[in-house]
Structure formats: structure tokens, C-alpha cells
């Protein structure tokens, strides 16, 4: 499941059958919006909620919306995610190419919100935090020349997750028989899988079906996310007339997609001898224009204006083509080899707790 290093592969692996395994750029986000949304603050204005225009009342739309000036939230992302990468090489048998694909990584990771916003909502920032553990994972790492299958082994996988990020919004609002809102967002995001890779088994050698056990596998592959986020979040109030216990029930949802995405991955392979082990090799990408997405759709219930409760689905994807895998060998020198492609995907369910203040 290591990845050689390929411009002397073939010859080393058919003689000697490969074991192989498997912020930068924090953005800071105006702390004077920050301070200004604070200092302009009137609490009066700030907890005051304006009632709903009535049924009928012609279409309005407004620049801001009251809002709290803080809103704290706490809660759990119940996720299944997949990861890959491939890399190409020439070789002296053909052209060779290395795949790894991880699949059915789960996680119940717990998270964080903090928003702060002017008491109109004429500006704010929004900070999310997440990070907990991946289990039941099932990786596949194969290995062709010429298109034909040479070497293919399975293992398990399991890892760490950590995400977070940081946007700076405004909103927009208004009244179309229900009230609803809008939310441009600028922001900077954050995603890492951490992987670990044990009990490997070998399927494939040589062309050949097999079974055999990898002894010792525990290596290490890390995928690391860092992204310019632009998007729009949004809501629909359903009610109109709040009531005690009852004072809204709506529908919130975001999407973001990423203008610029920066990839890195690092591979510890620790059944390479002949590889360094921090790292044994260096994935790295850079892409401007669709690098990927994030959103997530949810219902909303507020009993009472300080609390609220949220679930729904959320999803992310990231994906990278055309960058460089720099090979890190034991005697300090170093390779180079084309990055075809590295993939995260990862969706699931969310529940989320909110204080308003």
C-alpha cells in the first residue's frame, strides 16, 4: 500500500513484493466588524423583536433584521464520509498509476458555533468548530501498469476529524407572506481527516487473486482542506403570530462553494524501509475557480426567544486535480510524481442547541 516511488517500481516490487499501506492561511476576519456591530449595539434595540406584518401586507424587502447579539450553539454531526487520491508515473515496464480509496468512515463529532452580530444584523460573524473520531472505515489501495492490475490490498481504517470555520455576513430580509432573510457570507474554511491504516490483507499480487495477510500495517494518511468560502445563507419563518412555547418554527438552510481551495496530504508509511517516516511522501494542490462545496438544510423550533433547536442534513465535498507527490526516501533525497486527483466527500445528519442573547 506504499506508494514507491515509482521510477524504479516495477523492477524493485516484481522482485521483491511491495508492502505498501495506506493553516496555512488562517483568514482572519475583521475584528473591527466585530467591534462595530458591539459598539453600535443599543440593548433595547438589541432584544427587541419586531412583530411579524401581518397576512397581506405587501412584499418588503430591508437591508438587516432584528437580531440577538450573540447566539452560542452546541451539537453533534452524525457523519459517513469517503476519501481517494491517484497518482501516475512512468516506469520501465509502461506507465504505472496508484490509487487509494477510503470509504465508510463514520463519526459522531461534536461541534460548536458562536455568532455575534449587530442588533440589525447590518453585519456579523459567524465561527464553527468541530472534531471527534472516525471508525469502521475500509480502505482499497491498487496498483496498475499499462491498465492492468499488478498489486491490490484492503485494510482498515479509522482516524480523526477535524473542521472549522469562520465567515463574515450581512442580511438582507423582508416579508412575502411569511418573513424571511438572507445571508451573503465571505469566510475561510477548514477540513482534516487524520487516517490510520491497520490490518491490511493483500487481494491481488502480481495480477494473480490472493490472500495474505500484511503484517505490522500502521500507517498514516492525512487529508488537509483549506478554502475560500462563498455563499449565501437563508431562512423561512412559518410563523406569524407567536404564541407561549410557540414563538417560531422555520426553515434554514446554507450553501457555500469554495473559489479557492489549497490541498495537502501526508502519507506515513511504516513498512518502507526505504522511505523517510515524517513524512514518506507529500501530496499538494492548488485550484481556483469550483474546488468543491458546503451546505446543509435544516427545521428550526424556538419555544421561546432565548432558545432554539435545530436539526437537519448537511454535506461537503472537496476535490483537487493536477498537483505534485514529492517522494521523501530514507537516504534523504527525493522524487517527484504527478497528483491526478484527491476527492473528500462527507454528509450526514446534524442536531444543534442554540442560546440567543
Known sequence: MEKVHYHK??????????????????????????????????????????????????????????????????????????????????????????ALEFKDLDGVVPFASLTLRHPQSLVGINLLAGSGNLSGGRGTDSDYINGGLLLQSRMDVSGDLTFWSADLETTISG??????????????????????????????????????????????????????RLGLQGGLDFITR???????????????????????????WNLRPDLKQDPSFVHEAEKTGWGGWDGLLGLYYRPWDFLEFEGGARASY??????????????NSTLSTGLDRAESWRYGLYLKLTGRF
Open 9 to 98: 517500481i516495477v523492477d524493485y516490487r516484481l522482485r521483491l513484493l511491495k508492502v505498501k499501506e495506506g493553516g496555512r492561511g488562517l483568514l482572519v476576519l475583521a475584528a473591527v466588524s466585530v467591534l462595530l456591530a458591539w459598539f453600535a449595539a443599543g440593548s433595547a434595540v438589541a432584544q427587541s423583536q419586531e412583530p411579524a406584518a401581518p397576512p397581506g401586507e405587501p412584499a418588503t424587502v430591508r437591508w438587516g433584521r432584528p437580531s440577538p447579539m450573540a447566539e452560542l450553539g452546541l451539537g453533534t454531526y452524525f457523519s459517513r464520509g469517503e476519501n481517494s487520491w491517484q497518482i501516475s508515473f512512468p516506469t520501465t515496464a509502461g506507465t504505472g498509476r496508484s
Open 175 to 228: 416579508f412575502w407572506g411569511r418573513p424571511w432573510y438572507l445571508r451573503p457570507f465571505l469566510g475561510w474554511q477548514q477540513h482534516e481527516e487524520k487516517l490510520r491504516l491497520t490490518n491490511g490483507q493483500w487481494t491481488t499480487i502480481l495480477g494473480v487473486p490472493a490472500s495474505q495477510p500484511i503484517l505490522g500495517l500502521d500507517s498514516r494518511y492525512e487529508f488537509n482542506w483549506e478554502a475560500v
Open 242 to 268: 407567536p404564541e407561549p412555547g410557540l414563538q417560531q418554527l422555520g426553515l434554514k438552510g446554507s450553501f457555500a462553494f469554495f473559489p479557492y481551495l489549497y490541498y495537502r496530504g501526508e502519507g506515513r
Open 318 to 331: 472537496f476535490k483537487i486535480t493536477d498537483g505534485t507527490d514529492t517522494i521523501h526516501l530514507s537516504d
